[in-house]
């Protein structure tokens, strides 16, 4: 079955940055759509960045210049640059392809003003 394995979360400073890491299986990495999505507490899913299989990348207007998203498709490994953190970066952080429900435990960034 479709899994995601998400690490690379930690409580950092605002202004500082952290790398996410996420491994899939179960279904064709290298064609995937996949995505990076942020829960808050109290509120509801953010999509924050896309990458399609052909390398077409976008973001949420939140994070646009300070995230970068990447995939290496020979490790089935999707990636999450963060730089500038702000507090309101923080959250769950979970990897998926698009249009599914995250179904990894995520990793959690915090990030202290």
């Known amino acids: 079955q479709v899994q995601f394995v998400e690490s690379g979360g930690g409580s950092v400073e605002a202004g500082n940055s952290l790398r996410l890491s996420c491994v899939g299986s179960?279904?064709?990495?290298?064609?995937?759509?996949l995505t990076w999505v942020r829960q808050v507490p109290g509120k509801g899913r953010e999509a924050v960045a896309f990458?399609?299989?052909?390398?077409?990348?976008s973001y949420a207007d939140s994070v646009k210049g300070r995230f970068t998203i990447s995939r290496d498709n020979a490790k089935s490994t999707l990636y999450l640059q963060m730089n500038n953190l702000k507090p309101e970066d923080t959250g769950v952080y979970y990897c998926?392809?698009?249009?599914?429900?995250?179904r990894g435990q995520g990793t959690q960034v915090t990030v202290s003003s």
């Open positions: 998926a392809r698009r249009g599914d429900i995250p």
């Open positions: 990458i399609f299989g052909s390398g077409t990348i």
């Open positions: 179960g279904f064709t990495f290298n064609t995937a759509a």
